[in-house]
């Protein structure tokens, strides 16, 4: 938005355009679509090569990164792989000054992610942390990664990868056509032709093709407390770990959610998620790119895998596409919470709270204001398909 300088409302990505150098200094930029909702004044922005990591931590425990001031930045700035219980405290991402010879202050503050986890155990405690700025994707992404079930016989399953399994430790299985089962990993076997052999404690009649992982190397016990973020084309946060805490943070301003909870096939991030409470938060005027879900998105892959998720005490504002969006969930309470409809962009908006492809979810105590705003169309809570057990 060239009056803001923020992410314009209302557009999002424009994939498929291209640029064509004209030779003066100045380009020709093609769309294809016909209508474009921007005009002359705004900014077009895009992913321009990524700088290095700044601060990356490598299979490393009980480390701790504070009071660092990161700009100019490209993929991720600050980048855990393996390890765990690390701890990122009152870091900053800013703009930074003007480069030498530009004519314009900087827009962007991150190419890509501002923080990227994977394969951590137990997953980072992030706190006080102020991102500043336009983000192009996801402020802060805490996962795993997926492997390919290739043959089941019985216990023994042969995979792709190893999908960072452990003797000893769970595997959690899913596909998209509603599989879903854990089991205790009693051995594990390099086949030396790039795929592994894993033996579980039980037969659980696993699919070929489904997805297994490790959620012991996915950041589970992950902590998120007391930070500002949003602006970002994507989401705030993205955690797809059990055992997390999202308490007391300001989100505002994402393309998409504000806060991400659940698998992702097509990337090959993992996992479902347990055990997660988000409370007291403020998230306002997020899903300004008007797709993506609900400002608080809990979401699977066809199967219902995310278990005993609590939203507690948090403040809604002005949110495009609805505040609370829930799918493939077994559990989830819904408590204290206030909703306020101020949203300018879309009338009438969304639901409120949008439910499908659950069961077991509980709604108590929370206030909406001004609800005859959300009830125009719509009513303030969908149930959807494939839900029971809503109290």
């Known amino acids: 938005d060239g009056r803001t300088r923020l992410l314009k409302t209302g557009v999002g990505d424009y994939y498929g355009a291209s640029a064509e150098a004209l ?11 016909a209508a474009l909702p921007f005009g002359v004044g705004d900014w077009l922005v895009g992913r321009y090569g990524d700088a290095p990591f700044k601060v990356y931590i490598g299979d490393s425990r009980d480390c701790t990164v504070k009071d660092v001031t990161m700009m100019r930045n490209g993929f991720a700035p600050i980048h855990e792989d393996n390890g765990g219980g690390n701890h990122y405290l009152h870091c900053v ?7 030498r010879g530009a004519t314009e202050d900087p827009i962007v503050t991150n190419a890509a992610d501002g923080m990227h986890m994977i394969g951590s155990y137990p997953g980072p405690d992030i706190e006080n ?14 996962h795993g990664g997926f492997t390919t079930i290739k043959g089941v016989a019985g216990i023994a399953l042969t995979l792709e990868g190893d999908g960072g399994l452990v ?30 052999t894993a033996t579980l404690d039980r037969d659980l009649g696993v699919p070929v093709g489904a997805k297994l992982n490790n959620p012991h190397k996915d950041g589970a016990g992950y902590k998120i407390i007391g930070c500002r973020l949003g602006s970002t084309r994507s989401r705030g946060i993205l955690a ?9 943070n300001t989100i505002e301003g994402c393309g998409q959610a504000a806060i991400s909870l659940g698998p992702e096939y097509y990337w090959n991030e993992a996992n479902y998620v347990k055990h997660v409470l988000v409370a007291g938060n403020t998230i306002r005027g997020n899903g300004i790119a008007t797709y993506g879900g609900g400002a608080v998105l809990v979401h699977g892959d066809g199967a219902v895998g995310n278990q005993d998720i609590t939203l507690q005490n948090n403040r809604f504002f002005s949110n495009h596409q609805g505040d609370v969006d829930v799918q493939w969930t077994d559990g989830l309470t819904l408590s204290g919470n206030v909703f306020t409809e101020s949203s300018t962009y879309l009338h009438p908006l969304p639901p409120a709270v949008q439910l499908a492809n659950s069961r077991r979810i509980t709604l108590k105590g929370n206030s909406v204001i001004d609800a005859s705003k959300y009830t125009l169309l719509f009513p303030l809570v969908s149930i959807g398909a494939n839900v029971t057990d809503v109290r």
């Open 93 to 99: 991402w800013v703009l930074g000054p003007r480069p």
């Open 23 to 33: 030779g003066d200094g100045s380009f020709r930029v093609h769309f294809n679509q």
């Open 129 to 142: 942390c102020v991102f500043q700025g336009v983000f192009l994707d996801d402020c802060i992404a805490i």
């Open 240 to 248: 797809k770990a059990d055992d997390g805490l999202i308490q007391n």
């Open 167 to 196: 003797v000893g430790q769970p595997a959690r299985i899913s596909d998209e056509h509603g599989f879903f089962g854990e089991a205790v990993v009693t051995a594990l076997k390099d086949n030396g032709d790039r795929t592994w």
